[in-house]
């Protein structure tokens, strides 16, 4: 019986280490994109009953205010070269979501959870960047960002700060 028992193991055990070696950077990246909501924001269409899920990861055309920051819109995370990440390095990319800093030293919004993000493992990170490279690029600019005495030409929410 006990030897029934550890063979049924060793069965799990490898079945389970093939699936996961079976899984390819891109299947993860995509997998931890949906866990991590990334689509929650940055798709066009994102706040509304009509998400657009044809280009996924295009951006937002409507955005957030931050007190005393201004207005801010989830940008285009498609390889496009001209309006998404695509002249972007991998490092950059994930130092933008695991630091919240993109390569012009802006630093992200806060709405932008790059501090529970900062928590991911080198080869998850490494396997989200694969995935937002494997995305067809989509040609779509984002608008603002909006200073706090600027104008928004497009619709956001407003985030009020705590009492």
């Avoid at 028992?5 to 995509?30: K, N």
């Amino acid at each position: 019986m006990h030897v029934c028992i550890l063979v049924a193991g060793v069965a799990a055990i490898s079945f389970l280490s093939y699936g996961a070696a079976a899984e390819t950077p891109v299947e993860r990246g995509q997998y931890l994109a949906h866990i991590m909501d990334c689509g929650g924001c940055h798709n066009t269409g994102a706040f509304t009953p009509q998400p657009n899920l044809e280009t996924p990861l295009s951006g937002s055309d409507i955005g957030f205010e931050m007190p005393g920051m201004g207005v801010l819109y989830p940008p285009n995370l498609t390889p496009d070269e001209e309006t998404g990440l695509g002249k972007w390095t991998d490092a950059e990319i994930i130092t933008a979501f695991t630091t919240g800093v993109r390569p012009d030293g802006r630093q992200l919004a806060p709405i932008m959870p790059w501090m529970s993000y900062s928590h991911i493992s080198a080869d998850d990170a490494e396997a989200l960047v694969a995935y937002l490279r494997s995305l067809k690029p989509v040609k779509h600019r984002v608008p603002g960002p909006f200073a706090a005495t600027d104008k928004p030409t497009a619709p956001y929410f407003t985030v009020v700060a705590p009492k």
